[in-house]
């Protein structure tokens, strides 16, 4: 078993240095400009598809925020929600009792991840592999029944903090000292986009600097790195307290725009639904979870409406673990180094299935 | 406030809870135990118990029926889930069996709306075990005293299976070392199957069990493999003993908390597995190092 563990994450990936290149850089541009007209287009033509390119956003920055300290530093957090509705949570209430100013609540929305994550990662760094994964679980669901019981206001002796199994609801939006008003929700997706663009660039040059090639080093192996000299556990907990400041942000963007602050953004299921975007784009790219958040937003948004939605999602993800274990970011990069033997590819892959299902090697 | 038949009843309670959610969490260790798996579907095939059992009992009549059909359907639906899916995936990082799992999950739950409707069903509970029982002050539903005895008749057999039979030798040692019992000439690919059979049809035997007495619904799978993973975390991944200690004491918290502070009692089960993986991240009965 300790060898299966101690492969965790490993693999002949690149470090996520496709968006630094020349072209990855023209792909960044070409998407952002072309997600820059799409809002403008979505809200004359169906309000509806803003409302989905947010939730877009939000998730691909908490899909990035997650690849960050799993696809690099090899920490699978099960937890992330934790930080994610607790940067929800501080932005519901300082909205409501301190200043809809978004200057001011979004950066503490992070903060507020930061310190959620500094925490959970200073219980959860000395344990490894999967079981990390279960103290981070853990802390994330006692976060969720705090929520959901309301501790602060038994503690406190309030009447009402977190507003308990209803939540914070009728949350207002943003402004920015009475200059632009991000009411008009077409301003909110402009925000948005932005703050998820520059967490992007930021978590690619972390990514690609010293810090984030040690955490890759640790990665791969965590024995050499302590002999070498680097502090381990110190690495660790800073590496996820960045991602848990990001996983904030996206708290902090999703809540107002939903009105709604609520136990269920706590809930394990948001951390389990978050690892499948991240596997199904494919991690350690950082591009790629950012995909698979868009591609599992779509998918739910747009099978909505089939009475057999689930059954079509749950069996996407069955398929592309079994035929594309890199994810999307898999595929995508194999179609572009080798288009001509696609589908001997595929035909390939599909024998192999039926060889390992008869049980030969 | 609080007497002596309040607790001797939370106590029963307790004990019930926690066996019938032992059958759940071992076919999970064990399951993790041997093929390194996390099953997050085995909450979905506790559910599928519940919903086979439904249909017995309202085409046959017969709990007694439900109670045997319905976990031979189960194992087959773990059957094929082994054959399928797991297999072409052993030997990769084990990462990808909770993505596939997890979509199992989803999967299995879709179809159980879009066969069932999202209403909530209950089995029938036979005639035999209507009534409660009486001992002084205390009233105690038969039926509850049967899932008790039931569930507790089963872990116990499975128990002296795995300690004391060939098979059980067998079980234990390629959890130890898959390599080395393939080396020695035994079909693992076998036993993986064997064993997720066996996991399944426990988990579908706690579904019939359980649906009888509580509601049988879509939300019930993701609500039940949390509690069995906690468990499992808590008595030591892949010890089927830490797996039935863990369920007891979840169990006996769920049933005391629900007196002292329901709305906290979630807060302390976690508490307590956090407290339990930082002090001894294998777990309470382990037997692998975590770092």
């Known amino acids: ?361 | 406030m609080v007497d002596v038949t309040t607790v001797l009843r939370a106590t029963l309670l307790g004990l019930q809870l926690g066996m019938t959610l032992a059958l759940v969490a071992a076919g999970l260790t064990l399951i993790f135990g041997m093929l390194d798996v996390i099953n997050f579907a085995h909450g979905a095939l506790y559910m599928l118990g519940a919903y086979f059992g439904v249909v017995v009992v309202s085409e046959l009549g017969s709990f007694w029926a439900a109670l045997v059909i319905a976990p031979l359907l189960v194992a087959a639906v773990g059957a094929a889930i082994e054959i399928l899916s797991l297999r072409p995936l052993y030997g990769r990082n084990p990462l990808y069996h909770i993505l596939l799992t997890f979509g199992l999950a989803i999967m299995i739950e879709g179809i159980v709306v879009e066969v069932w409707g999202g209403q909530s069903y209950r089995i029938p509970a036979p005639d035999a075990l209507s009534g409660t029982l009486s001992l002084g002050s205390l009233s105690y539903p038969v039926y509850w005293m049967f899932v008790l005895a039931v569930s507790t008749a089963l872990i116990g057999a499975i128990w002296l299976v795995i300690s004391q039979s060939d098979v059980g030798i067998l079980i234990r040692a390629s959890a130890h070392d898959t390599e080395m019992v393939d080396a020695l000439g035994v079909d693992v690919s076998k036993v993986f199957t064997g064993v997720v059979v066996f996991g399944a049809a426990l988990a579908g035997v706690a579904g019939v069990l359980l649906g009888a007495s509580r509601s049988v619904n879509p939300g019930m799978g993701f609500g039940v493999i949390i509690q069995a993973f906690v468990i499992v975390v808590i008595g030591g991944l892949g010890s089927f003993k830490g797996a039935v200690y863990g369920a007891l004491l979840i169990g006996l918290m769920t049933a005391y908390g629900a007196l002292i502070a329901p709305s906290l009692t979630d807060l302390f089960i976690f508490a307590l597995m956090a407290v339990v993986l930082i002090v001894k991240p294998s777990g309470l009965f382990g037997a692998t190092e975590a770092a």
């Not at chain 1, 563990?5 to 070409?30: D, K, M, P, W």
């Not at chain 1, 344990?127 to 705090?146: H, S």
């Not at chain 1, 639904?273 to 596997?279: F, G, Q, R, T, Y």
């Open chain 1, 1 to 361: 078993m300790r060898e299966l563990f101690a492969r965790f994450g490993r693999s002949e990936r690149s470090a996520g240095n496709q968006i630094l290149t020349t072209g990855g850089r023209y792909a960044l541009v070409a998407i952002v400009g072309l997600l820059a007209l799409l809002g403008p287009v979505a809200a004359i033509l169906e309000p509806f598809w803003l409302f989905v390119l947010v939730q877009i956003l939000v998730f691909a920055l908490l899909a990035l925020s997650l690849d960050f300290v799993f696809g690099y530093a090899g920490l699978l957090s099960f937890g992330h929600a934790a930080m994610f509705g607790a940067g929800g949570y501080a932005a519901a209430i300082l909205v409501a009792e301190v200043t809809p100013n978004a200057l001011v609540v979004l950066p503490l929305a992070m903060l507020t991840g930061v310190v959620v994550a500094a925490v959970i990662g200073w219980f959860s760094v000395r344990a490894r592999g999967i079981y990390f994964a279960m103290l981070t679980l853990a802390f994330a669901q006692m976060f969720y029944v705090i929520a959901f019981a309301d501790v602060p206001a038994m503690v406190a002796g309030a009447e009402s903090v977190t507003g308990g199994d209803n939540g914070i609801y009728g949350v207002a939006l943003y402004e920015l000292f009475g200059i632009v008003d991000f009411s008009d929700r077409i301003n909110y997706y402009f925000m948005a986009l932005a703050l998820v663009t520059l967490s992007l660039v930021a978590l690619v040059r972390l990514a690609n600097s010293p810090f984030g090639r040690a955490l890759q080093g640790i990665r791969e192996n965590e024995e050499r790195m302590a002999f070498v000299g680097y502090d381990v556990q110190r690495y660790k907990v800073v590496g996820f307290a960045i991602s848990g400041g990001f996983a904030g942000l996206a708290g902090g963007l999703y809540v107002p725009f939903q009105s709604l602050a609520h136990p269920q953004l706590l809930h394990w299921t948001v951390s389990g639904e978050l690892v499948v975007m991240l596997l199904l784009g494919g991690m350690g790219t950082l591009w790629g979870p950012m995909l698979g958040a868009t591609a599992v937003i779509l998918m739910e948004e747009m099978l909505a409406g089939v009475a057999a939605w689930e059954i079509i999602l749950g069996g996407v993800f069955v398929v592309v673990v079994i035929f594309a274990p890199r994810g999307l970011a898999g595929v995508v990069v194999s179609l572009k180094n080798d288009p001509r033997n696609a589908l001997k590819n595929a035909k390939d892959a599909l024998l192999t299935y039926v060889r390992k299902v008869r049980g030969e090697r």
